[in-house]
């Protein structure tokens, strides 16, 4: 059988990093002791940036998406009330 995955939220991860910045530890060691890859470790510590927060690349990112979608959404209510505009007016004439 495949290995179970695990999850971990983002208040783990954010302490997992803070940890190896107060204690020195490099993320092979912290992965040792929490028994899971180092990958993953590295991965949180680019994520979280050095303030144990996530990083500003990532933020922007996210609202990124957000804006994204939100203008799709916008272009599609445009898009109905174009439609709607001209059926209103043909029926007038």
Known sequence: ???IRQHFDDEFKRQTVKHMQETGKSPSEVSKELDIPVSTIRA????????????QLF???ERLNKLEQMNRELQEENEI???????????RD
């Open 44 to 55: 949180w510590r680019k994520r979280f940036a050095d303030t144990g927060e996530k990083s």
């Open 1 to 3: 059988m495949g290995d």
């Open 81 to 91: 009330l174009k439609k709607a505009m001209h059926f209103f007016t043909k029926n």
């Open 59 to 61: 933020v922007d990112y």
